[in-house]
């Protein structure tokens, strides 16, 4: 037996490969779950979105975590599972919450993003700035007056965060835009102002890509990093 044989192997060597095995399966249930739930929301299921829905961030914070993601990324993905659960339910201290989670989840988010030491785009933070600004000024009148301070500044953060993405790459960008967008058309309901047709769907189609895009964002850059061998 040679020496190199004989030395004992690290468990997270023997681990990683082992638990790589789940990823492929975590990401088709996740996608799986999403088609469910949107399905469900097309069809006016609401059972099956109370069902589906709460499965999609662990499924997809599970998937991150095999392929060994960065810890922040996983806490992102599972506070924005937080928001999710709390959402399902219709009144304003459960939307308080359900943000605050999904703030949480910004700032992990921003952390993380803010390992990559590479400037953002100057001119997609200013076009950002501008369309928040614009988007304020419409709709601020027509929140709801308990909701005005907290809805902006979890705007404020969730732009910031949707900016900071793109230090990892085009798809962790349009994962922040799509993040941005999908909580657009969230406020624009609390509003009430005129939606799309199933406005429901709209709303759950872009919040999936988004924490899609972003995860896969994360995990390629990640990958990237690593040393070979690693």
Known sequence: ??????????????TAPRAGRFARPLLIAFLLAAAVDLAGLLAGLDTVHLVAKP????????????????????????????GDVF???????????????????HVCYLTLFGRDRAPAALATGVAYVLVLAVFLVLIWSDLPAELGVPVAGYSL???????????????????????????????????????????????????????????????GAARAVRPQGA
């Open 1 to 14: 037996m040679s020496a190199t044989a004989s030395r004992p192997t690290r468990p997270g060597r023997a």
């Open 55 to 82: 499965l999609l961030m662990p499924l997809l914070a599970g998937y991150a975590a095999v392929r060994g993601g960065p810890r922040l990324l996983v806490a992102a993905l599972l506070f924005g599972w937080g």
């Open 87 to 105: 959402l399902l339910a219709d009144n304003d201290l459960a939307f308080l919450l359900g943000m605050g989670s999904f703030a949480v989840g």
């Open 157 to 219: 953060l969730l732009t910031a965060m949707a900016w900071r993405a793109g230090v990892l790459g085009r798809y962790a960008a349009a994962g922040g835009a799509l993040f941005l967008l999908s909580d657009a058309l969230i406020a624009t309901g609390i509003a009430e102002w005129p939606r799309l047709p199933a406005p429901d769907v709209w709303v759950m189609l872009t919040y999936i890509a988004a924490q899609l895009l972003l995860a896969l964002g994360a995990l």
